[in-house]
């Protein structure tokens, strides 16, 4: 087999893996509340004001969901299709 088939199809399955990485990451929000109540889904009445005053929380990385791993996963994927249809195409014209 020849090198740039095997980089090709290596950045392919490289790609496939850090999507599933990106995709099963155990980042999980937690919504709490020491004083007053939380009300997440369903059907919530009522008014809620927010009596907390200060500092907000830092930014997370990778913006508002975390879609870098899976923009980089998309890209490896790219480059191992491109590799591997060059590699082919040469391939043809021996």
Same mark, same amino acid.
């Given at each position: 087999?020849?090198?740039?088939?095997?980089?090709?199809?290596?950045?392919?399955?490289? $790609?496939?893996?850090?999507?599933?990485? $990106?995709?099963?990451?155990?980042?999980? =929000?937690?919504?709490?509340?020491?004083?007053?109540?939380?009300?997440i889904? &369903?059907?919530?009445? $009522?008014?809620?004001?927010?009596?907390?005053?200060?500092?907000?929380?830092?930014a997370?990385?990778? &913006?508002? $969901? &975390?879609? =870098?791993?899976?923009?980089i996963?998309?890209?490896?994927?790219?480059?191992?299709?491109?590799? =591997?249809i060059?590699?082919?195409?040469?391939?043809?014209?021996?």
């Amino acid at each position: 087999m020849d090198s740039t088939y095997l980089l090709g199809i290596g950045l392919i399955v490289a $790609g496939i893996v850090i999507f599933l990485f $990106g995709r099963f990451r155990t980042d999980k =929000t937690t919504v709490s509340a020491s004083h007053g109540s939380v009300a997440i889904g &369903g059907k919530s009445t $009522g008014n809620i004001k927010n009596i907390n005053i200060g500092q907000q929380p830092a930014a997370r990385a990778g &913006g508002h $969901g &975390g879609h =870098t791993v899976t923009i980089i996963a998309i890209l490896v994927e790219l480059v191992g299709i491109g590799v =591997t249809i060059w590699h082919a195409m040469h391939l043809a014209a021996k």
